[in-house]
Every structure is written in C-alpha cells, then in structure tokens.
C-alpha cells in the first residue's frame, strides 16, 4: 500500500498542525492530565483516518478487452436506462458506483479508447447517492471512444463530503485499461453511459473494486456510427 499523490500536501500539513498542537500542550500544560492525553489521541486518530482517505493498495489488476472494469471502489448504486445528452446524445445505460468515506479514492479507466471530450462543471454538493446529484454537483466529464466504435461516457460527480475533484484526462489521450484517470477528495459517486447492448454483469448493491470488478461486457462487432 502507498499513499496517492493528491494527499501529500494535506497530510503533511495536517500532521504539522498536529505536531504543533501537541508540543503546545507540552509546553503550556505541564503536567498533562488525561483530556491532554485524550487530545492528543483524537488529533492523530484524525489523522490517521485522513491518511485511509488516500491509501492505494497494491492489486492484482483484471485485463480484459472485452469487459469494463470498475473505474471505482464502492457500491452499485444505480443500473437503469437514461438518454445522455452531454456527450453520447442518444439512449444508453447508466452504472454508477457510490463511493464510501471509507472506499479507495482513485479512479480508472475501465477499458482502452481515445478521450474524445473532457469537460468540469462547477456545481452543487447533495449527497452523491441522489438521483439528481449526477447531473446538479459539481462533476468532471469524460467521453471515450473504444477500439470497436462504441463511445461510453465516465462523470466523476462530488458529494457532500467531496470538495475537489482530479480528472487526468486530456482530449486526445490515448489511454488503458485500469490507467488511473483521477481522483475524487472524501468519496462521492462515478457514473459510466454505456451502449443499450452492453450486458451488465453486475446489480444493485453489489460491492466492486477498481481495476479489479468486471462491470460489464462489451459487444465485440462495431457498428455503423
């Protein structure tokens, strides 16, 4: 296990503060009593939990060009038909997985393609697991066409502990399967769009793992697009 880059600052800085609030009371409340001690239990206990937030532990990754692979850890919250209109602009499927405080933070690629549309929308922070958080929070978009023509959409959405999303995607980029392609700060929720035909091999409430959880299988024929 290692810890992501995304955190590197904040933990530092959050262990300095809790460093410095422990030689205050050091210094200032000599003898310590038991709240002292209690303090200084809770404020690395914090930090400690922080830490958890941006743990990355080693995994064996599923490689597979016929399958979708979770792009995170978390729950199946959703499977449903929708229309999309950001990107795909026609009927498809929605999968999408809620993450957990206590979920991995980074987000993959769930198969090879070309980003063909990236996009972040300023917005609002209701509990990821709404309905309507996907398309109101704040959210990073990404449009992907794959080796056999089919286009599938990826949206980050924030929650209401979620205050910055990462998305590493660059309109053109060549990507892989399980590549990381962000990170979402204090759990939210990932949606994929994916074509009508697509055989979802997952349900509702099902807990998956980034790199790891095949999602659903894709059609092997292109077709006229």
């Known amino acids: 296990m290692y810890i992501h880059k995304e955190g590197y600052r904040l933990l530092i800085s959050t262990f300095i503060i809790c460093l410095a609030i ?3 009371m050091v210094i200032f409340s000599r003898p310590l009593n038991f709240f002292n001690y209690l303090l200084i239990v809770v404020l690395f206990g914090f930090w400690l939990a922080l830490t958890s937030f941006f743990r990355i532990p080693k ?6 060009k016929d399958l979708l692979i979770a792009p995170a850890d978390g729950t199946i919250c959703t499977i449903e038909q929708t229309f999309e209109k950001e990107y795909l602009n026609c009927e498809c499927l929605m999968v999408s ?3 957990y405080g206590t979920d991995v933070h980074v987000n993959r690629y769930p198969i090879d393609g070309e980003i063909e549309y990236v996009k972040y929308h300023k917005g609002n922070y209701f509990v990821a697991s709404h309905p309507k958080s996907s398309i109101l929070n704040e959210r990073a978009c990404v449009g992907m066409r794959l080796a056999n023509g089919d286009r599938i959409l990826l949206r980050q959405v924030a929650g209401v502990m979620a205050r910055r999303i990462v998305c590493y995607a660059h309109k053109g ?3 892989k399967q399980n590549q990381e392609m962000g990170f ?10 994916l074509p009508l035909d697509t055989e979802i091999d997952v349900e509702l409430q099902d807990v998956v793992r980034n790199g790891v ?3 659903a299988k894709l059609r092997k024929e292109s077709q006229p697009v």
């Not at 995994?59 to 597979?64: A, D, G, K, S």
């Open 22 to 24: 422990t030689a205050l």
């Open 59 to 64: 995994r064996i990754f599923t490689e597979n």
């Open 97 to 99: 997985v809620f993450m």
């Open 173 to 175: 980029d060549q990507v």
């Open 184 to 193: 979402i700060k204090f759990g939210s929720r990932v949606d994929l769009f």
């Open 213 to 215: 959880t095949p999602i």
